[in-house]
């Protein structure tokens, strides 16, 4: 850049560097930097996990059975469903590996346990299983089979 900036321009016949301190330009402050972002769509599995680059991240499992859209930017990525930020995971080296935190699970227990109750409410009647109609006989009858005579 200092090479080319120093050198005549060939529309303005001007060197930029000279030009640039001819403008007395101020900063403009603190300006953050541009965030690059790669987006990608993944479906969350019924297990709570989304799958990136060969390994598996856990989402919490509310979010199961969900669509998902990652954000990618500097070595991790962040989990939105319908427009919510619900997980940022740090990228793992490698494949095969598995990311998943404790506080996922949190509150999973007493969700199955509420469902469990709502289900033991709802079926009142029980299921009741019966077998085939057997004939009752006597073990004589079994005896005259034995011998040979039919009646």
Do not use: W
Request: glycine residues 6%; contains cysteine; hydrophobic residues 30%.
């Amino acid at each position: 850049m200092e090479r080319v900036n120093s050198t005549v321009h060939g529309t303005t016949y001007q060197i930029p560097l000279e030009r640039f301190k001819e403008e007395n330009l101020s900063p403009l402050g603190h300006v953050l930097p541009y965030k690059v972002v790669h987006k990608e769509t993944r479906k969350v599995s019924r297990d709570c996990y989304i799958s990136f680059l060969g390994n598996q991240y856990f989402v919490p499992y509310r979010f199961a059975g969900r669509t998902a859209e990652i954000q990618i930017f500097d070595g991790k990525f962040e989990v939105y469903v319908d427009y919510e930020k619900v997980y940022e995971h740090e990228i793992l080296s490698g494949n095969c590996r598995i990311a998943r935190k404790k506080e996922h699970f949190q509150g999973l227990l007493s969700e199955i346990l509420k469902e469990n109750s709502k289900c033991k409410k709802s079926s009142q009647i029980p299921l009741k299983f019966s077998g085939p109609e057997v004939e009752k006989r006597p073990l004589d009858v079994y005896e005259t089979f034995s011998q040979g005579s039919f009646e």
